[in-house]
């Protein structure tokens, strides 16, 4: 399975490399790294359906970043995607939170939109993948891996 970490601050590299010591594993195929206005995005892939697609995920006008864990079954059924991530952020830029109930699958994740310092924190209605959040001075942090945020 993927693993993700999100930061609302930037994260300097060696606390990436002790956070993600436990978690790489979990997704050896690839491992992305962004660091944009401020914030500091992190994925580790494990490729199992559709094309391989790397995280974060940006919306067209870049005003959104998805970071999630998982897999959405239905993702062909909701449009002409070769993967399931980019329907995830299509669902929510379009419909909103509401976009969310189309997604049929396990998943958790983040859409971050740093121009309003706003997150959108969800997963599946079962509640499958996990998710953890902390908050201190620095900022919000969103992994799917709890050992990611201590």
Not at 33 to 55: A, D, F, P, W
Not at 99 to 110: A, M, P, R, V
Request: hydrophobic share 30%; net charge negative.
């Amino acid at each position: 399975m993927c693993g993700f970490l999100f930061c609302s601050f930037d994260v300097p590299d060696t606390m990436l490399e002790k956070s993600s010591y436990n978690v790489a594993r979990r997704g050896p195929d690839k491992t992305s790294v962004l660091k944009r206005n401020g914030s500091t995005y992190v994925h580790y892939l494990l490729h199992i359906t559709g094309k391989m697609t790397e995280q974060p995920i940006v919306s067209d006008d870049e005003t959104e970043f998805l970071l999630y864990n998982g897999e959405v079954y239905n993702y062909e059924d909701l449009g002409t995607y070769e993967s399931d991530g980019p329907s995830i952020l299509d669902a929510y830029c379009n419909e909103g939170i509401n976009g969310f109930q189309k997604l049929d699958g396990e998943y958790s994740g983040i859409i971050h939109r740093p121009s309003e310092n706003k997150a959108v924190i969800f997963r599946d209605v079962f509640g499958t993948k996990p998710i953890y959040m902390a908050y201190d001075s620095r900022g919000l942090g969103v992994a799917s891996y709890v050992s990611q945020l201590r």
